[in-house]
């Protein structure tokens, strides 16, 4: 499956990257990711299978909020408003990643996967996925204070599920 992080990643994890990218593969779709609290681990993971890989599109890995304004065209006044880990800028990212040329579905990732500052809520993640002329979707988790890998794991599982609806 998945050389590269296949000692790391979950099977039913591994399974579910094929499969969502068998489906793009299958509908000549292309994906894109915008992954804050993830780091990338889901780009790394769509690009790890091959045959099928060729369907992801790009990456942005945007953990700081200066990084969501300059690739993401993100408004900074959005993030201070409504907060970094929120709906409002999950959708943002989304739509933001779906401008990339080529691209067809764009899955965002932004949260806490572990403790941070006094008031963040660790595992709590907000995601979106946007498809070309369809409404933006959102989906907020609170996985708890599991500990950062076990979020991100939890974020991935998520994400794929997110991919594999709006590949219906």
Do not use: N, W
């Not at 994890?13 to 990711?33: F, N, S």
């Not at 990084?67 to 993030?79: F, N, Q, S, T, V």
């Not at 201070?80 to 040329?101: H, I």
């Amino acid at each position: 499956m998945a050389e590269t992080l296949s000692a790391t990643i979950p099977d039913d994890v591994e399974i579910a990257v094929r499969t969502i990218l068998e489906r793009a593969k299958a509908k000549d779709a292309r994906l894109t990711a915008a992954e804050s609290c993830t780091g990338g681990l889901l780009a790394s993971l769509l690009t790890d299978v091959e045959g099928v890989s060729h369907v992801f599109e790009r990456g942005f890995v945007v953990y700081s909020k200066r990084a969501k304004c300059e690739l993401l065209d993100i408004a900074p006044e959005r993030i201070e408003r409504c907060g970094a880990v929120s709906r409002e800028v999950a959708v943002a990212m989304a739509d933001g990643a779906l401008k990339a040329p080529h691209a067809d579905i764009a899955i965002a990732i932004t949260g806490f996967a572990g403790p941070a500052g006094p008031d963040d809520q660790p595992g709590l993640v907000h995601f979106a996925c946007a498809r070309q002329d369809d409404e933006t979707r959102h989906r907020q988790e609170a996985f708890g204070d599991i500990g950062r890998g076990p979020t991100r794991i939890a974020c991935i599982r998520t994400a794929l599920e997110m991919l594999g609806d709006a590949l219906e």
